[in-house]
């Protein structure tokens, strides 16, 4: 008995655009991509939203709120991270153990969910090397490569292919 689906970016599944359907929502707002076409079944919606690929995902879906009357905030807030005197200490503790206090610091995670087939999408891990490779050349920049316990094979061939730029982290 819901009375609107919003179907928040990014939507591009068929099954995303039919199950507010088969649930009798009578108003169904989403996205309509220009490259899925029919087969995304986005036509089953009441309204649609035209994605721009010039927007960050969030600004997407403040287009998406328009359809309601609802405008983007004048004023985002800010992300702050707050930390105590001790998880400042221990963390520049690390840094000095591992000769990182002067770096530019760029941290990379390689890996990515394995659900829905997203490990198929990964970009391979040479590429990183590459990337990594070609960022660190003449330049102080040193490499934070993270990931979960099932990626640590991941991380170690990351870390060893890139060499000293290189600082495996565990979580």
């Not at 359809?67 to 707050?82: F, H, Q, R, T, Y």
């Not at 941290?107 to 990337?131: I, Q, Y």
């Amino acid at each position: 008995r819901f009375d609107l689906s919003l179907s928040f970016f990014p939507c591009n599944r068929a099954e995303y655009n039919l199950l507010p359907v088969l649930a009798g929502i009578p108003r169904r707002i989403a996205f309509k991509y220009k490259h899925y076409g029919i087969r995304s079944f986005s036509f089953l919606n009441t309204e649609l939203v035209t994605v721009s690929n010039k927007l960050h995902d969030l600004e997407q879906n403040f287009r998406l709120l328009r359809a309601l009357g609802i405008e983007k905030p004048a004023k985002m807030a800010v992300l702050s991270l707050n930390f105590t005197q001790s998880e400042t200490e221990k963390a520049e503790l690390w840094l000095t153990e591992r000769g990182l206090n002067d770096s530019v610091l760029i941290g990379l995670h390689p890996g990515s969910s394995a659900e829905h087939g997203m490990d198929k999408k990964r970009w391979p891990a040479k590429k990183f090397v590459e990337l990594c490779l070609l960022l660190g050349k003449n330049s102080s920049h040193r490499f934070l490569i993270f990931g979960g316990r099932e990626e640590k094979q991941l991380k170690h061939e990351v870390t060893e292919a890139i060499g000293p730029l290189a600082v495996s982290v565990d979580t």
